[in-house]
Each structure stands twice: as structure tokens, then as C-alpha cells.
């Protein structure tokens, strides 16, 4: 199976902070990375499909960058309603799989 | 714009069978791939597997065995059960559409479904 890390873990970061989040894969997988946002108690929504196409209806400030085996998502200006849990998911190969989250609390 | 609701029991017996189902409203149901994925504490978020209107099925190697995704075309609704539960199955249950199969280019998952607690208690 293909490991997704994240890092960090979690972080404390103020409302207008620029916020960076990595995700490396154990194995390269071209441009086959989405990133997903968790509230809690609600479903995994989509960000960030193919590593920098913005979903529809996602706000401009949230990027991604990246290739081969290291991605970024960026928030370029945190905003309350950011606040949440951030997955990478990868589809190169079965079983698909996620990274282990990072969450974003408020400082 | 498409919907997904969900439904099943959320509480079982070790041994037992999980059974789940997510209905599709509000937009085409061929064409695109229908997973179920499964999260918690432990083990995180983990895909289950899919399938298409065709009745065409991937799934999770490690789940494999265990699991049986169905498709009902003429309700625009697809079926999870996972049989013999332990408490390692504890987790909530989401479905989800895809664009294309998994490991077949770009899979991403949009929309999910509002999510299933399942229990594994005696």
C-alpha cells in the first residue's frame, strides 16, 4: 500500500496567518493527490483535486503544489471557518488511501 | 446537484453482518463509481471499495474477503455489507461518488454521504 504522511500533525496558527501543510507519499504518484477538509461530526469535504485544480466553490486562498512523492496544501490568509482537519488522499493505486490528517486549531 | 443519504443499522453484535445502504438523488447515477469508506480513531480514514451501475467492483485488498458491494439501478442505490464484525469495525461509514474506478487516473471523492457510527459491541 502507498503511505501517505502529514505533516504536521497539528498546528496552532491566528486568523490572517499563512498556514502550509505537507504530504509526502511512500512512492511517487505523478499528480494523483486530492486534499479534503473535516469539520466535526460532518463528512470529509472536497478541496483540491488533482493537486492544484480548485473544487468548485472553494475559496481562492486554499492552494496546492507538488509532485512525484511531496505535496503542499497552502491557506494563504486563515479564515475562522478554516479551522478544521485537512486529509491527503491519493488514487495511483488500490486501495486508495488517505494521509493521517493535520489539525488546525485556533492559537 | 447530487446527494447522498445513508442508512443501516449502527450497532452490532461481534460476528455479525453490517449492512448499509446510500440512495443517490438529484443526478445521474451511471457514468460515475460509488465507494464506501469507513473512518476511525485508529486506523483512519480507509477506503472500502466501489462499484458502478454495471456492477463493476474494486475494493480494498485487506477488506476483501470480508466484503460485498451491491448496486440497485432501478432505486439509484448501492449496498456495503461486511460480514463477521469485531470491534476493529467500529468506525463511521461514508459513501461517496467518484468520476472514474479507483487506480483508473484521477479518483476524488465528491460528495459524501452524511456518515453511519457503526458499533461493534456483545
Known amino acids: 500500500d502507498i503511505q501517505m504522511t502529514q505533516s504536521p500533525s497539528s498546528l496552532s496558527a491566528s486568523v490572517g496567518d499563512r498556514v502550509t501543510i505537507t504530504c509526502r507519499a511512500s512512492?511517487?504518484?505523478?499528480?494523483?493527490l486530492n486534499w479534503y477538509q473535516q469539520k466535526p461530526g460532518k463528512a470529509p469535504k472536497l478541496l483540491i483535486y488533482g493537486v492544484s485544480s480548485l473544487q468548485s466553490g472553494v475559496p481562492s486562498r486554499f492552494s496546492g503544489s507538488g509532485s512525484g512523492t511531496d505535496f503542499t496544501l497552502t491557506i494563504s490568509s486563515l479564515q475562522p471557518e478554516d479551522f478544521a482537519t485537512y486529509y491527503c488522499q491519493q488514487s495511483y493505486l488500490i486501495p486508495l488511501t488517505f494521509g493521517g490528517g493535520t489539525e488546525v486549531a485556533i492559537k | 446537484q447530487v446527494q447522498l443519504q445513508q442508512w443501516g443499522a449502527g450497532l452490532l453484535k461481534p460476528s455479525e453482518t453490517l449492512s448499509l445502504t446510500c440512495a443517490v438523488y438529484?443526478?445521474?447515477?451511471?457514468?460515475?463509481?460509488w465507494s464506501w469508506i469507513r473512518q476511525s480513531p485508529g486506523k483512519g480514514l480507509e477506503w472500502i471499495g466501489e462499484i458502478n451501475h454495471r456492477e463493476s467492483t474494486n475494493f480494498n485488498p485487506s477488506l476483501k474477503s470480508r466484503v460485498t458491494i451491491s448496486v440497485d439501478t432501478s432505486k439509484n442505490q448501492f449496498s456495503l455489507k461486511l460480514t463477521s464484525v469485531t470491534a476493529a469495525d467500529r468506525a463511521v461509514y461514508y459513501c461517496a461518488k467518484s468520476p472514474v474506478p479507483a487506480a483508473r487516473g484521477l479518483v476524488y471523492f465528491d460528495p459524501w454521504g452524511q456518515g453511519t457510527l457503526v458499533t461493534v459491541s456483545s
Open positions: 512512492q511517487s504518484i505523478s499528480r494523483y
Open positions: 438529484g443526478g445521474s447515477f451511471s457514468g460515475y463509481f
